[in-house]
């Protein structure tokens, strides 16, 4: 007989998994506290982990040590430190003890919840979940799965906005979109400044990358409700149909707020699905005094935040709202055969499968439920109220330096700054901050001006790291002059 055969398949070693999990926990437990201690941005140069890997996979099992061994030695050379206090780069991807533990439930349990019935658990407490979430960020009623709309997990914004794109779609042709293909005459609204995903999703979509308008922003890098209104008419007086809106609540470069009562007014009347994207900033909102924030938003048809950047879950966790859950449904549903139950077939349940692109999907809420259930409200509020004011001591330090400049209205977690100087010295600027090790930093392009961004989010950055990053900072400043 071989060896195949002779091994128990329903063999499950517990005490062997407990103290093989019980390393890899510990080795969690010292990185999580070592953190602060690696270069924030890898200093590998490309192609050092392939040069160090064996040519094919092992032959024979190796040992739990020889694995550990490697995340230090091979793995961890190559890592950019995203949950490292002195990250402060591109926006946060915060964990927390209570969210990897529920990845870890999610995993060992190992469910594909693309229908109800394939675990009603997954498919009830994301509901659930999202019910919950729009309670505490004061979400207009019209998002709650108890009325016509409902949320959903995506795995990332981007999905979100193509989700809501496609609904869009679908209600433009009046439902004929999926059946004979995309017209050539659907067009879609950013801004200059809105995230690249939007212009993913058109061409995905099958619009054409031609019928997306970026619309022109202020001063402070909000879209022009005047701008948009021109654009629409010329759409419309040139034969086009307009298909969404994408507004912004807290843009990528610089967290500027498109103003939202204005443009969901403008979307009501000349009844355009209107999306709204908080990616970043929405967290802020489990805090009651940055609800205001989102005023306009129970105009809206869709609605987007990720947990996954700034509120202790780690990726990937993104909430997509609909107003009208049907109108999501009938544009991404479709049911083989092998797919068919008495229960769904009933209306009696949710299928989040009719509710994203894929078909299979994580249990991501119980990451979320252990989340809300550990913090409590007051945790999550403590955590944004502590990352706003940092991001506030760090605008305050620059303010007393003349020799910088704060590029666009400091808001919640993010500071944009430059040197009083010109587009080569602040990209000198950055690359040795960076090269440094000891933080990383990201930049943007504002007006043809090269702007460094500052974010903070990590659940472990505190007044000192903000301060030793300006000390660097200012340092680094001075001894470019030099
Ligand atoms: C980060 C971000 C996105 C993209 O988020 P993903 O979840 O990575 O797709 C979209 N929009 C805004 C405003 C963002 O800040």
Not at 57 to 70: Q, R, T, V, Y
Not at 275 to 289: I, Y
Not at 294 to 314: I, M, Q, R
Not at 348 to 359: E, G, H, K, M, V
Request: hydrophobic letters at 45%.
């Amino acid at each position: 007989m071989s060896d195949a055969l002779l091994s128990d398949p329903n063999g499950f070693d517990a005490e062997a998994f407990r103290r093989e999990a019980h390393a890899f926990l510990d080795w969690v437990a010292s990185y999580l506290s070592r953190v602060e201690q690696f270069p924030v941005r890898s200093q590998v140069a490309p192609g050092a982990l392939r040069a160090a890997l064996p040519l094919a996979a092992p032959e024979h099992p190796e040992s739990i040590p020889a694995l550990i061994e490697d995340l230090e030695k091979l793995i961890l050379p190559g890592i950019t430190h995203w949950q490292s206090p002195n990250f402060f780069a591109y926006f946060p991807a915060n964990t927390s003890t209570p969210s990897l533990m529920g990845d870890l439930v999610s995993s060992a349990l190992g469910v594909q919840g693309m229908l109800w019935i394939t675990s009603p658990a997954c498919t009830e407490l994301e509901t659930h979940m999202l019910d919950w979430l729009a309670g505490l960020c004061g979400l207009p009623a019209r998002f709650l799965s108890s009325g016509t709309g409902g949320g959903v997990l995506q795995d990332s914004a981007s999905s979100a906005v193509l989700c809501a794109l496609l609904a869009a779609r679908e209600r433009a042709t009046g439902g004929r979109a999926n059946e004979e293909g995309c017209r050539g005459d659907l067009v879609v609204y950013g801004s200059t400044q809105t995230h690249s995903s939007l212009e993913k999703a058109v061409m995905v979509a099958g619009l054409g990358r031609r019928q997306l308008r970026k619309i022109a922003v202020d001063a402070d890098f909000a879209m022009s409700p005047a701008a948009l209104k021109a654009q629409i008419a010329a759409d419309r007086a040139a034969g086009l149909t307009p298909c969404m809106v994408c507004v912004t609540l807290g843009t990528t470069s610089t967290l500027a707020f498109d103003p939202l009562p204005e443009l969901a007014t403008l979307c009501r009347e000349e009844g355009i699905w209107l999306h709204v994207d908080a990616a970043l900033a929405g967290s802020a909102a489990v805090c009651p005094e940055y609800q205001a924030l989102l005023a306009g938003l129970e105009l809206a048809d869709s609605y987007c935040f990720n947990p996954h950047k700034w509120l202790l879950t780690n990726f990937d966790c993104s909430c997509l709202y609909v107003a009208d859950r049907s109108a999501l449904i009938s544009a991404l549903s479709i049911t083989p055969e092998y797919l068919r139950n008495s229960i769904s077939d009933d209306g009696a349940a949710l299928d989040y499968r009719d509710w994203q692109i894929p078909l299979g999907r994580r249990f991501r809420a119980l990451k979320l439920w252990f989340v809300l259930r550990r913090e409590g409200a007051e945790g999550l509020r403590r955590h944004i109220r502590a990352h706003v004011a940092l991001a506030a001591r760090f605008a305050t330090h620059l303010e007393h330096d003349p020799r910088f400049e704060i590029m666009a209205p400091p808001r919640l977690n993010l500071v944009c700054f430059r040197l009083r100087d010109n587009n080569e010295r602040n990209a000198a600027l950055l690359e040795a901050l960076n090269a440094s090790g000891r933080i990383y930093l990201s930049h943007t392009v504002l007006d043809g001006q090269y702007v460094l961004r500052f974010c903070v989010g990590q659940p472990q950055t505190a007044v000192r790291h903000i301060d030793e990053a300006w000390a660097l900072i200012a340092g680094t400043a001075s001894a470019l002059a030099a």
